[in-house]
């Protein structure tokens, strides 16, 4: 496509329940990026895929998150048992190596 | 561990003036920065990409500087208008570290 598109844009939810976040980014791309984002903050690093592997998820804050792009294209976030404090704008982005970083609109997830 | 910060947090000015946001990074070896517009519940809009070889990047009315070895940034922009009005963010790139972002900067440009 012509950009990173992301989907659902809106997610509401209850606590302890499961939610994904699709991400299908710039043709092409070889990685591709999550990153979390609060209220009035910058953007915070989750994971990085290089084709399909996580080439590295520090960002992840804890064993509920878990992030697959299993043909090095399409990514989904996966989020378990989620907390109030997920709420949170979900951001993907994807890059040609190194190089420029290209971001979706985001996935607004809200944990009633 | 790398950290970004920006300032001003938040910016007002009359339309038509010249501006200058600031962003400044802890560790100097990096391998790009880049700045990127935001506007309210929208995603991000990447501005400008400087290497770190470059000094500076222009893009119309926007010109970004670098000065690596100070570890600073500045995002210069001319004749300010009301569409200008958003949240700047800055955000380094270490080589195999994925980028690492600044809170922004919120400018709001009266008309």
């Known amino acids: 496509g012509a950009g990173v598109s992301q989907t659902p844009s809106n997610k509401v939810t209850e606590k302890g329940k499961y939610v994904e976040l699709r991400c299908d980014p710039i043709s092409g791309h070889t990685a591709l990026y999550w990153y979390r984002q609060s209220l009035g903050q910058g953007p915070e690093f989750l994971i990085y895929?290089?084709?399909?592997?996580?080439?590295?998820d520090s960002g992840l804050p804890n064993d509920r998150f878990f992030a697959v792009r299993p043909e090095g294209s399409v990514s989904t976030l996966k989020i378990q048992r989620t907390e109030r404090g997920d709420s949170a704008v979900y951001l993907c982005?994807?890059?040609?190596?190194?190089?420029?970083?290209?971001f979706g609109e985001g996935s607004r997830l809200t944990v009633l | 561990k790398q950290e970004v910060t920006q300032i001003p947090a938040a910016l007002s000015v009359p339309e038509g003036e010249n501006l200058v946001l600031n962003c400044s990074f802890t560790d100097s070896a990096i391998y790009n920065l880049q700045w990127f517009r935001q506007d309210p519940g929208k995603g991000l809009t990447s501005l400008l990409l400087i290497q770190s070889s470059q000094r500076e990047q222009t893009s119309g009315r926007l010109n970004a500087s670098l000065d690596k070895s100070s570890g600073r940034s500045t995002l210069y922009i001319a004749a300010s208008q009301p569409g200008d009005s958003a949240t700047y963010l800055c955000?380094?790139?270490?080589?195999?570290?994925?980028?690492?972002f600044g809170k922004g900067t919120r400018l709001s440009v009266i008309a």
């Open positions: 895929f290089q084709g399909t592997g996580a080439a590295d």
């Open positions: 955000a380094v790139n270490s080589g195999n570290t994925p980028l690492v």
């Open positions: 982005a994807s890059s040609q190596g190194a190089g420029e970083l290209f």
